[in-house]
């Protein structure tokens, strides 16, 4: 059984930091590309970061660069994503995806589409 698995979220001051981490499991983790998105209620999926297969390439949003990484440990399975600097507009639920490095190379890995498997998502709430 696919699954990805979100946790790290929680309640952090502005400023602060969060570390997210994403556990996959029924996969061989290191076959596929990850990707972080965010979603506020109402609002669409967001691109946040990504990774290739083997920690190679990264991505960010500008509205993360300098403040966020992302990297990943393939004999974990786990994916993570470094949260410093925390605003209030970073408050969102934090998806983690995967997509086959097999599947091709003609996407863009800003777009949900892009991606075959989701997690179920963590809260991140940053205050004031």
């Known amino acids: 059984q696919v699954q990805l698995v979100e946790s790290g979220g929680g309640l952090v001051q502005a400023g602060g930091s969060l570390r997210l981490s994403c556990a996959a499991s029924?996969?061989?983790?290191?076959?596929?590309?990850m990707g972080w998105f965010r979603q506020a209620p109402g609002k669409e999926r967001e691109f946040v970061s990504y990774?290739?297969?083997?920690?190679?390439?990264?991505y960010y949003a500008d509205s993360v660069k300098c403040r966020f990484n992302i990297s990943r440990d393939n004999a974990k399975n786990t994916v993570y994503l470094q949260m410093d600097s925390l605003k209030l507009e970073a408050t969102d639920i934090y998806y983690c995806?995967?997509?086959?490095?097999?599947?091709?190379?003609?996407?863009?890995?800003?777009?949900?589409?892009?991606?075959?498997?989701w997690g179920q998502g963590t809260q991140v709430t940053v205050s004031s």
């Open positions: 990774i290739n297969w083997i920690g190679e390439n990264t």
């Open positions: 029924g996969f061989t983790f290191s076959n596929y590309h």
């Open positions: 995806s995967a997509r086959n490095r097999y599947s091709g190379s003609g996407y863009l890995h800003s777009l949900p589409r892009s991606y075959d498997c």
